[in-house]
């Protein structure tokens, strides 16, 4: 049984920092897959935020939150962080991790249940 546990999220000022975290059981971070951060609002369509490849550890990132958010992954604790500096208002929004096969779509991955955010 694969899950996803996203944790970490909560209330914040503008200009303070969080660090998310994803833990997976049954779904192991290998070469295989990608793994990614997403986030939405209410209304509007999900947002990829930041991704990274274990095998490779090639990461990328939204022109929105470059610069100010960091990905990395704990492959002994089977975790993926999302750090996030310099919050902004517009960086409130529900927060999901993603562990997909290299080569399928983020929608044919396993998701986690998503962990708010919000920056006042």
């Known amino acids: 049984h694969v899950q996803l546990v996203e944790s970490g999220g909560g209330s914040v000022q503008a200009g303070g920092s969080l660090r998310l975290s994803c833990a997976g059981t049954?779904?192991?971070?290998?070469?295989?897959?990608?793994v990614g951060w997403f986030r939405q609002v209410p209304g509007k369509e999900r947002e990829g935020v930041a991704s990274?490849?274990?095998?490779?550890?090639?990461?990328a990132y939204a022109s929105s939150v470059r610069g100010r958010f960091s990905i990395s992954l704990d492959t002994a604790k089977n975790t993926v962080f999302l750090q996030m500096n310099s919050l902004k208002p517009e960086d409130t929004a529900v927060y999901y991790c993603?562990?997909?096969?290299?080569?399928?779509?983020?929608?044919?991955?396993?998701w986690g249940q998503g962990t708010q955010v919000t920056v006042s």
């Open positions: 993603v562990r997909v096969l290299i080569g399928i779509s983020w929608s044919g991955g396993y």
């Open positions: 049954g779904i192991h971070l290998s070469s295989a897959f990608c």
């Open positions: 990274i490849r274990p095998g490779a550890t090639t990461t």
